[in-house]
């Protein structure tokens, strides 16, 4: 359902809001940091100098505990651990550097933060970003693709793994498997790990248009998208046929929304990016788990008459 116009208006004033004091924070700190500049001194006795280290690096060690228990536990609180986690080493790293810069220490801490602290932090960043985003990242469908969805012994072979070549060819002693996994691998949609076992590998394919194709492929890829919808079609209609007896095993929402045509582009590429890091969170389906189509359909929205 879509949010209430209330809600989504104080959602922007809240959102205007927010900027509105970040801009300010910014603008504020520029002057002061001339002033810190300008009268710091350069050199400062303290008395904590001890609890002061030692608590920052206490907690830096909670972080990157509490970022392995969340990552054990697949949780997408993990994201903004990591994110805190690396932010905490640059930290260290530009502390360290610069109070024992022209000691006897500045090289060991030069070369702890180049060798050690600054690419762990750049790591995590980009393990962040990755949990964040997904892996899966949209390209174009190419005859290739088209190839391997219509072909029903691969997606034979595709609805069977993780499974080894020997298990594959028992399942299926009527086809090639191992030229079938060869084509399956060649177009990225396979890979064997250490243990020998086959898995596919997630798929994220752009909506085709003709225009994009060359002439003599047109026909075979309009007739790809006529079977694909007719298909979809139908599986719409056999679930809602059946949609009281799946005992629960069904969620679903409509909604309406004004968007423009970047919005549109914008709102599919982030739901992409939620299927593919949830996806990355289970390393496989559970005992319990089920086979689930999942869609996400939008299109504008018909006329009254156009339905009648």
């Not at 080493?89 to 060798?115: E, I, K, N, R, Y």
């Not at 890091?277 to 389906?285: D, I």
Request: net charge neutral; glycine share 6%.
């Amino acid at each position: 359902m879509p949010p209430a116009p209330g809600t989504a208006s104080v959602d922007r004033v809240f959102r205007r809001v927010l900027l509105a004091i970040l801009a300010g924070i910014a603008v504020f700190l520029v002057p002061w940091t001339v002033y810190l500049g300008l009268t710091l001194p350069e050199h400062f006795d303290t008395s904590q100098w001890r609890v002061a280290w030692v608590g920052f690096d206490l907690v830096l060690l909670l972080c990157f505990a509490a970022s392995v228990l969340l990552g054990m536990r697949r949780s997408r609180a993990s994201v903004p651990m990591l994110a805190a986690t690396a932010a905490l080493l640059c930290c260290d790293a530009w502390f360290d550097v610069v109070l024992d810069w022209g000691g006897p220490d500045q090289w060991a801490s030069l070369g702890t933060a180049l060798l050690a602290e600054v690419p762990i932090a750049v790591f995590l960043m980009l393990r962040a970003r990755a949990l964040l985003a997904g892996n899966a990242r949209p390209r174009p469908l190419t005859m290739r693709d088209i190839a391997v969805h219509t072909n029903p012994n691969y997606q034979r072979l595709l609805r069977l793994m993780p499974a080894t070549s020997a298990e594959l060819r028992a399942h299926i002693p009527s086809i090639d498997v191992p030229a079938a996994l060869l084509t399956l691998t060649h177009a990225g949609y396979t890979r064997r790990t250490r243990d020998g076992r086959w898995h596919s590998v997630p798929q994220s394919t752009n909506e085709a248009k003709p225009e994009d194709f060359p002439e003599e492929d047109r026909p075979k890829l309009a007739a790809y998208l006529d079977a694909k919808y007719d298909r979809e079609v139908r599986l719409m209609a056999w679930a809602a046929e059946r949609r009281d007896t799946f005992d629960g095993w069904t969620a679903g929402s409509r909604a309406g929304i004004r968007l423009s045509h970047k919005d549109l582009k914008e709102f599919e590429a982030e739901y992409l990016e939620l299927v593919h890091r949830y996806a990355a969170r289970k390393p496989g389906p559970s005992g319990e788990a089920r086979d689930l189509a999942v869609r996400f359909y939008a299109f504008p929205e018909p006329k009254p008459a156009e339905l009648a």
